[in-house]
């Protein structure tokens, strides 16, 4: 750092304010932000296995009643019902996650039932969400059963 003098008020006494360096302040508080996105949003919950955008889809179904037992829905009314109420960052996002939790080859127990072209195993992309449609599958519904009883 340069050789600096500590801010003084009108009085003369200090001012509480310290200089610093602005490129160890940008590194702490990237560093900070950063660790906080991976561990609130990227990784998922230790206790379920999902990750905040995939509890927001299910939560969003299940008040709207898009559940297993029900015809299925356009994929894009679980996505847009998303978007609107939780989760503001795009629909692209919620689309993906969507998809992945209704491909058997990627949860051991699929929790959305997909009707149409979800994707492959050889990583083909799915159809656009307005092509498909989905539903709850009955274990998802199990998931959410109680979720009114703050269990």
Avoid: C
């Amino acid at each position: 750092m340069t050789d600096q003098k500590t801010p003084r008020g009108a009085d003369g006494g200090p001012t509480g304010i310290e200089p610093i360096s602005i490129i160890e302040e940008m590194q702490r508080s990237y560093l900070d932000y950063a660790m906080s996105v991976i561990v609130s949003r990227a990784l998922p919950d230790v206790r379920d296995g999902l990750k905040p955008v995939h509890r927001r889809i299910l939560y969003a179904a299940h008040e709207s009643g898009y559940h297993w037992n029900r015809k299925y829905v356009k994929s894009a009314r679980p996505v847009a019902d998303v978007m609107g109420k939780y989760h503001p960052h795009g629909d692209a996002s919620i689309y993906d996650a969507l998809v992945r939790m209704a491909q058997d080859w990627s949860l051991r127990v699929p929790l959305i039932d997909g009707q149409g072209n979800f994707g492959s195993i050889d990583g083909d992309p799915p159809a656009a969400m307005r092509y498909t449609e989905s539903r709850l599958t009955k274990v998802a519904h199990e998931l959410l059963e109680d979720i009114d009883k703050d269990t």
